[in-house]
T-cell receptor, first 115, second 114 residues
Framework: KQEVTQIPAALSVPEGENLVLNCSFTDSAIYNLQWFRQDPGKGLTSLLL?????REQTSGRLNASLDKSSGRSTLYIAASQPGDSATYLCAVNDGYGGSQGNLIFGKGTKLSVKP | NAGVMQNPRHLVRRRGQEARLRCSPMKGHSHVYWYRQLPEEGLKFMVYLQKENIIDESGMPKERFSAEFPKEGPSILRIQQVVRGDSAAYFCASSPRGVGATQYFGPGTRLTVL
């Protein structure tokens, strides 16, 4: 059974810092991995999707890497801003067996960027 | 192109009542997923539907919960005889195809059971 873990659970940094959020998964046979952002009381915004054949994806100040063999992904945020404050969720799509492509989520990292 | 729409955004029910949550997928999307987020918990998959078909309901509680995605109209998640433990945020996601496609999430329905 696939399990997704995110470390740390919470992170507080001063504005301008570069930071790394970590995600690990137990079964490396994944179809893809997706990073989301969730603001309090709001829905999920997709940030980056990495297919299993890819090693990384970039969008603006965000860079996500994937090491499928070790079951790890990182989300790198450059030059953090207060507007980056949110909960960041990692989800894997293993698409095999009975899962039919549903996403398996970690519990998230709650990021606070102080001005 | 409007995003995924969910209504109501907030729903309050008393124990024993029924809750109906609606999800309109993005235009052109025929795949719908429902997830539940309990307080202080991660999102958990409930059910995956295509038009008129339930593809995977392995995450749905066996009793009181049902889902449908008719040929016309939104997908409906129905909870009968709600209990306090059903209080959660319920999210719907849609995609243009199944396995491996990006899922686009709606804003969620926050259900509170009194």
């Amino acid at each position: 059974k696939q399990e997704v873990t995110q470390i740390p659970a919470a992170l507080s940094v001063p504005e301008g810092e570069n930071l790394v959020l970590n995600c690990s998964f137990t079964d490396s046979a994944i179809y893809n991995l997706q990073w989301f952002r969730q603001d309090p009381g709001k829905g999920l915004t997709s940030l980056l999707l990495i297919q299993s054949s890819q090693r990384e994806q970039t969008s603006g100040r965000l860079n996500a890497s994937l090491d499928k063999s070790s079951g790890r992904s990182t989300l790198y945020i450059a030059a953090s801003q207060p507007g980056d404050s949110a909960t960041y969720l990692c989800a894997v799509n293993d698409g095999y067996g009975g899962s039919q492509g549903n996403l398996i989520f970690g519990k998230g990292t709650k990021l606070s960027v102080k001005p | 192109n409007a995003g995924v729409m969910q209504n109501p955004r907030h729903l309050v029910r008393r124990r024993g009542q029924e809750a109906r949550l609606r999800c309109s997928p993005m235009k052109g999307h025929s795949h719908v997923y429902w997830y539940r987020q309990l307080p202080e918990e991660g999102l958990k998959f409930m059910v995956y539907l295509q038009k008129e078909n339930i593809i995977d309901e392995s995450g749905m509680p066996k009793e009181r919960f049902s889902a449908e995605f008719p040929k016309e109209g939104p997908s409906i998640l129905r909870i009968q005889q709600v209990v306090r433990g059903d209080s959660a945020a319920y999210f719907c996601a849609s995609s243009p195809r199944g396995v491996g496609a990006t899922q686009y999430f709606g804003p969620g329905t926050r259900l509170t059971v009194l």
